[in-house]
T-cell receptor
Framework: NAGVMQNPRHLVRRRGQEARLRCSPMKGHSHVYWYRQLPEEGLKFMVYLQKENIIDESGMPKERFSAEFPKEGPSILRIQQVVRGDSAAYFC???????????FGPGTRLTVL | AQTVTQSQPEMSVQEAETVTLSCTYDTSESDYYLFWYKQPPSRQMILVIRQEAYKQQNATENRFSVNFQKAAKSFSLKISDSQLGDAAMYFCAYSPSGGSNYKLTFGKGTLLTVNP
């Protein structure tokens, strides 16, 4: 059973460009969570999605950030008009139901030049 | 809001020795969950151990055990017989029970070095 997959592993963008981060949950998991890890910090919760629904986006910046988890395909975290402060590692986790035993992917390291 | 504090930015231990990593947290809840995650250089987050606050017995997973002191809001991780593969960043995390039990709050981490 493959684990949580994230791609790309590394992403470099220039200021003002868009970043699209993908997360494929573990097989049988319909709940996805996104976390952001700034340098020398712990992970911070951003958003919780269940298939086709955003359940909790309380940790997501109000502007430029959006997330989706369509019926088919991976979950996408989209950052528009990236700024240097968006440089971080973005982790996706999944679970089979609404719970805290989450399985993490390897993360996407976003660097904004 | 809940907070998790790891007061040791870095720790080191000799191979085969025992090391304890500290974690304190702040919450007004009576029921919640606590976790230790390991993040090796590959950056993959791996769950090491999980404790439910209503359980008085300390959780144990092989060489990893916790000392959970609910009144003191302390949750330390003990690694026995340390191995080179234990070298990693260790994060303590908290989640509430109930409707928001998916929302993990992490500390800033402790970097553990294992010396041969």
């Amino acid at each position: 059973n493959a684990g949580v997959m994230q791609n790309p592993r590394h992403l470099v963008r220039r200021r003002g460009q868009e970043a699209r981060l993908r997360c494929s949950p573990m097989k049988g998991h319909s709940h996805v969570y996104w976390y952001r890890q700034l340098p020398e910090e712990g992970l911070k919760f951003m958003v919780y999605l269940q298939k086709e629904n955003i359940i909790d986006e309380s940790g997501m910046p109000k502007e430029r950030f959006s997330a989706e988890f369509p019926k088919e395909g991976p979950s996408i975290l989209r950052i528009q008009q990236v700024v240097r402060g968006d440089s971080a590692a973005y982790f996706c986790a999944s679970s089979p139901n609404r719970r805290n035993e989450q399985f993490f992917g390897p993360g996407t390291r976003l660097t904004v030049l | 809001a809940q907070t998790v504090t790891q007061s040791q930015p870095e720790m080191s231990v000799q191979e085969a020795e025992t090391v304890t990593l500290s974690c304190t947290y702040d919450t007004s809840e009576s029921d919640y969950y606590l976790f230790w995650y390991k993040q090796p250089p590959s950056r993959q987050m791996i769950l090491v151990i999980r404790q439910e606050a209503y359980k008085q017995q300390n959780a144990t997973e092989n060489r990893f055990s916790v000392n959970f002191q609910k009144a003191a809001k302390s949750f330390s991780l003990k690694i026995s017989d340390s191995q080179l593969g234990d070298a990693a960043m260790y994060f303590c995390a908290y989640s509430p029970s109930g409707g928001s039990n998916y929302k993990l709050t992490f500390g800033k981490g402790t970097l553990l070095t294992v010396n041969p």
